[in-house]
């Protein structure tokens, strides 16, 4: 980026294994500015948007990097479609698990129906669409694979209280709000980052799903129905699922009717999507 001059910001967390000085030290070498804020993702993506003064901003984590070509392609698309959003998959990983887990990501999964609008901004109803089917993965993919316009990322900050979902519950409030453009090929890496499994804190799916039930379809809609439908069935699992599953829980015939149930509120949201796909075509 410093070598492209595009300006650069380091944002870190404190960290006890003196990561984040070993970060200040490297933005000093490599130039830019730096900042240190309180542990958590989406607060350091905040504050390196505030700060920016850029009319587009990229955002990457650590170990991510995008193809200079990539990012001029992204340039020339958001200014000629005026978009908020340029996004595109992210580049698939040599490791088989990683490459696996990137495979059933939204942006993979619905390539075809996005495909159709290639270069193109996405009809709204069709993003709320494939997002309400994609529960809690984000259509976007990876933000290391989007170009963002400043100002819309300013008037628009990550949530904070989603925990690892943040960037999927900035995308359910915003979908209807900002202009979505695709760009189909993968110019960009995702970085996997090794620990401990995470466990999700039921408070935050709870608040999650109330956010899908708001947010994608209007009031006495039929497709709101089914989205509501899907997340009350997501909870009644997530219930009997229980922080401890006991063994075999998902064949007691309740849940298991109960999954063909949630399966079928997600088929019917895929199938809208591919509806507005084709209906859209013209």
């Avoid at 887990?101 to 996405?122: E, G, H, S």
């Avoid at 006495?220 to 829980?249: A, E, I, M, Q, T």
Wanted: hydrophobic share 35%; with cysteine; aromatic share 16%.
């Amino acid at each position: 980026m410093a070598t492209a001059g595009c300006p650069t910001i380091w944002v870190c967390s404190w960290s006890e294994d003196g990561s984040h000085q070993l970060a200040k030290e490297e933005s000093e070498k490599c130039g830019g500015r730096y900042f240190l804020t309180p542990r958590g993702l989406y607060t350091s993506w905040n504050k390196g948007i505030q700060e920016s003064y850029t009319l587009y901003t990229y955002i990457s984590t650590v170990g991510e990097s995008i193809q200079p070509e990539g990012l001029a392609d992204f340039w020339n698309l958001i200014r000629k479609v005026e978009a908020d959003i340029v996004f595109s998959p992210p580049l698939l990983s040599s490791n088989e698990r990683d490459r696996r887990q990137i495979l059933r990501w939204p942006i993979y999964k619905n390539a075809q129906k996005l495909k159709v609008f290639d270069q193109k901004i996405i009809p709204t109803s069709l993003i709320g669409s494939i997002q309400s089917a994609s529960g809690f993965s984000c259509l976007l993919g990876s933000f290391s694979s989007c170009l963002c316009r400043t100002l819309f990322m300013k008037e628009h900050a990550f949530p904070t209280r989603f925990h690892h979902y943040g960037d999927t519950a900035w995308f359910s409030i915003n979908l209807t709000l900002g202009r979505f453009a695709y760009f189909h090929r993968a110019v960009a890496d995702f970085q996997f980052h090794d620990g401990p499994a995470r466990k999700i804190n039921p408070a935050h799916r709870r608040l999650f799903l109330r956010l899908i039930c708001r947010s994608t379809f209007r009031k006495g809609s039929f497709w709101r129905s089914v989205v509501l439908s899907y997340c009350l069935y997501v909870r009644y699992l997530d219930l009997k699922r229980g922080v401890r599953p006991k063994r075999y829980w998902y064949l007691n015939p309740k849940v298991f009717f109960i999954r063909i149930m949630r399966a079928i509120c997600e088929r019917l949201m895929s199938i809208r999507s591919l509806y507005l796909t084709y209906g859209f075509r013209k």
